[in-house]
């Protein structure tokens, strides 16, 4: 069985510009999750969906960051303009209802 | 949500087990314990998770108190490659599965 998908892999970037990362879930996964770690720390939860709505995005900088999910499915987190701090690790994961999450690999962004 | 607290980093010496502690006391009796562990450049990985009863896979166990408040993920013969960020986090139980990660225990095998 796949994993769950994501690119790129690293980017990096200057401050002010913007930067999209594209996750694509494990298959049949309603629940998908956008995670932030910044260096030395835990994963931070930035935004939650079950299906293709919105259920928890109480952490996410909304002046800044955007996400969405078409069909249920892939997602897409955008980051506009980048400061910084936004020099992280965004991982996703994907999960059954009520079931364990399966995190992918990450996308590592540095923003000079 | 339950919050977890877990010691910021622990040794162990390498074909030895590896028992790393977390302490739950606010949770409910309907959450459960999870673990990840997360290589350095890597995704975190899923490793186990219990309720009530110990549990064991081809991984790692899990022994749980009997008053839930705390529990203990053993290793049972450590190598390099367990060298990692051991996460335990208590899975909040609603219509939304959440996990939230604390800063988790730093585990060096050593050979």
């Known amino acids: 069985e796949a994993g769950v998908a994501q690119s790129p892999r690293y980017k990096i970037i200057e401050k002010r510009q913007s930067v999209a990362f594209w996750c694509n879930p494990i298959?049949?996964?309603?629940?998908l999750y956008w995670y932030q770690q910044i260096l030395g720390q835990g994963p931070k939860l930035l935004i939650q969906?079950?299906?293709?709505?919105?259920?928890?995005d109480s952490q996410l900088p909304k002046d800044r960051f955007s996400a969405e999910r078409l069909k249920g499915v892939d997602s897409t987190l955008k980051i506009q303009p980048a400061k910084l701090e936004d020099s992280a690790v965004y991982l996703c994961?994907?999960?059954?209802?009520?079931?364990?999450?399966?995190f992918g690999e990450g996308s590592w962004l540095t923003v000079v | 949500d339950a919050k977890t607290t877990q010691p910021p980093s622990m040794d162990c010496a390498e074909g030895r087990a590896a028992n790393l502690p977390c302490n739950h006391s606010?949770?409910?009796?309907?959450?459960?314990v999870y673990w990840y562990r997360q290589i350095h450049s890597q995704g975190p990985q899923y490793i186990i998770h219990?309720?009530?009863n110990n549990e064991t896979n081809e991984m790692a166990s899990l022994i749980i108190t009997e008053d839930r408040k705390s529990s203990t993920l053993i290793l049972p013969h450590a190598t390099l490659r367990d060298t990692a960020v051991y996460y335990c986090?208590?899975?909040?139980?609603?219509?939304?599965?959440?996990?939230?990660f604390g800063s988790g225990t730093k585990l060096n095998v050593k050979p």
């Open positions: 994961a994907s999960s059954l209802v009520q079931d364990t999450i399966y």
């Open positions: 298959s049949g996964h309603a629940t």
């Open positions: 969906f079950q299906n293709n709505g919105v259920v928890d």
């Open positions: 606010t949770i409910s009796g309907n959450e459960y």
């Open positions: 219990g309720l009530k």
């Open positions: 986090i208590v899975r909040v139980r609603n219509n939304f599965n959440k996990f939230y």
